[in-house]
């Protein structure tokens, strides 16, 4: 859903950028009335972007954060786990890796991990 939404962002940003040099261009063709007019265009066009793209990095934001705050969540329930629910989603988080450098990561990370046990 979030790709969906930044993609059609990313269309929005790139239309409004092509108006906004549509409308220079047209601009410097222009006589003075038409000028003001395309002028006043622009500015409302370049208005809309800065919405957009502000609008774009307050949701990012807002992702970041919520994603932040759920893996904290899960650490602290994984923490409060007893040993075997911990030894079972290992288990079956090695389980669910469909490639090696995955497994070859996770196996460098536990190598590490128990030289850190008492």
Not at 23 to 37: C, D, H, Y
Not at 39 to 62: F, I, K, V, W, Y
């Amino acid at each position: 859903m979030a790709r969906k939404t930044d993609e059609q962002e990313q269309t929005a940003v790139d239309y409004l950028e092509h108006a906004v040099e549509d409308l220079k261009q047209a601009g410097q063709e222009a006589g003075e009335e038409v000028r003001s007019a395309i002028d006043s265009a622009m500015n409302r066009t370049r208005e809309a972007l800065d919405d957009l793209r502000s609008g774009a990095e307050e949701r990012a934001d807002r992702l970041r954060s919520r994603a932040e705050n759920r893996a904290r969540e899960l650490q602290e329930t994984l923490e409060e786990a007893s040993e075997d629910a911990r030894r079972e989603l290992g288990v079956r988080t090695v389980r669910a890796q469909r490639s090696e450098d995955a497994l070859d990561a996770m196996a460098e990370e536990i190598k590490r991990h128990k030289k850190e046990l008492p």
